[in-house]
């Protein structure tokens, strides 16, 4: 067979996957990358002691949203992978840095993940970019199978995850941040050695600056602020807060909600960043007291994947896991804030999974229309998929079932994910979470006594009564833009593969046009026009 890459090497250097509804020449444009491939293919042979003249295929494998994977192919058979960053993949260097210390140290406590062979966290290298070689993992992608396989076969590998879980949770680890080798980090760069029990296996492992993608994203590249390490819970609670507000304070402007649908809640006005930060300074405030107390497992540093879902697991034939995949921005944390049901697995908002009951189909299935039990087997699935993930981990891993059931564990979460996101115009959702803290005060800010302390923020009646109206409004937009995506058969991203996006443009545009002609007057076209949900738009402004 001849050599792809030497046929057609630019389907090596652009993104061909797939196409966006909206912006679809700035993402591709991102995820150009321009390599030398002879080079690379010589330091692929060269990482496990081959030569150039050895490779006998070099051909892309797949594109995910942050890097591109190559299969090479020895003349004698023998594979490898590469994987090489987009230009907008950031942090430069720490990304592979990270995840290639994350690996090997994981390998080193038995966890199945694929082997390093070599590395560069920098484009300063022969190939003009920066790699990872690694290892093929054996086995058959769980993405592939999963949505055929019957049940006893789900539970099966519910519970292997479960598993590989609680050995994960089990790792100690001296700070939360994200793991490196220590000469992969410049000496300016702060960071927490891993004392290693077995000295013929100390390779230099440390905790460093913490890789989670919204710690650096667009303009907050630059700004110098503390992504740890992270000695205590309330260094990491803060941190992220505290990386918005030095972004907002020198980049800020007004927006318009990023979420297209929500404009019309504010009547198409661009809101201002400054009662965001008033929220982030009032979220501070409370920082102290949203750390659990009375069990010290719940603050310890955990490491957790960052995305344990189908697509980044491996099986073999008999359901054991060969392999974990992805383990990019992947960040030590407290526990109470790594605990949560994987999104593949947890049916969030059904009574019947909330509560843990054993899932089954209703008693009347067999008298039900095709379609109405076709939508019955589908939320069985769903709900067994949360049951058997939630029972396997109070048997398995008790730490994480206690910190997962804590009765404020979620409003904890939500409140450190939305101060920490990247602001996009919306100042009522982080805003709502500190309403429903101050209104549970007495029974989440204890000191670990009987007392409680008195609360740092407030809020008027009618701050609370009008944030919790246009929050509500919100949600119920957000409902309807998802049944928009339902409707022409796209994810969030707005991405569809190649060969679906002529079909999923023209069902984008029949809405547009229904919308448009449910319209009750010229304004309203004109707003639904201007600022339709599937539209380009200028993403520098969010950035």
Known sequence: MADKAMEQPSELFEYTSGRWLWN??????????????????????????????????????????????????MHDGFQLVGRIPYPVTEPKHLVIASEVATMDFLRMHSIPVPQIYSYSTTSENPAGTGYIFMELVRGRNLGDIWFDMPEKARIAVVTKLVELETRLFS?????????????????????????????????????????????????????????????????????????????????????????RLRREIYKYQKQSPSAHLDNLEKYLQVVPY??????????????????????????????????????????????????????????????????????????????????????????????????FYVTKTEKLNPAHYDALTETWSALRHKLFEHASEPWDGDNITLKADLIQLVQNWSSIATTGTTDVAPCPISFSEDEIRECLRVNAEQVESDEQMQACRDAIGIGISGWVPVEQYEEIKGRERKLMADALEGAESDEDRRMLHEHWIFDDFDEEEYS
Do not use: M
């Not at 383990?327 to 969030?348: R, V």
């Open 24 to 73: 679809d020449a700035l993402k591709h444009s991102e995820r150009r990358r321009i390599f030398n491939v002879l080079e690379l293919k010589r330091l692929a042979a060269a990482a496990v002691s081959r030569n150039e003249e050895d490779v006998a295929r070099f051909e892309k494998l797949a594109e995910g949203g942050f890097n591109r994977t190559f299969l090479i192919t």
């Open 171 to 259: 790792l100690p680890l001296p700070a939360s941040g994200s793991l490196y080798f220590a000469k992969d980090l410049s000496e300016e760069s702060s960071r927490v050695e891993i004392p290693i029990t077995d000295p013929g296996n100390d390779r230099g492992f440390c905790i460093g600056p913490d890789t989670r993608h919204g710690l650096w994203y667009g303009k907050r590249l630059n700004i110098q602020t503390d992504r740890g390490p992270y000695l205590d819970a309330a260094a990491v609670l803060a941190a992220g807060a505290k990386k918005e507000i030095a972004y907002l304070k020198k980049f800020g402007q007004p927006l318009h909600p990023f979420q």
């Open 290 to 387: 949203l750390i659990p107390h009375g069990n010290s497992t719940f603050t310890r540093p955990t490491l957790r994947h960052p995305d344990l879902q189908p697509n980044n697991v491996f099986v073999s034939d008999d359901l054991n896991i060969t392999g974990l995949i992805d383990w990019q921005n992947c960040s030590a944390l407290p526990l109470f804030l790594q605990c949560g049901i994987p999104n593949s697995f947890q049916n969030y908002g059904d009574s019947v999974s909330e509560s843990v009951i054993f899932p089954e189909l209703p008693p009347n299935f067999d008298d039900l229309k095709d379609r109405d039990q076709f939508e019955q087997v589908l939320l069985l699935r769903r709900r067994q998929l949360h049951y």
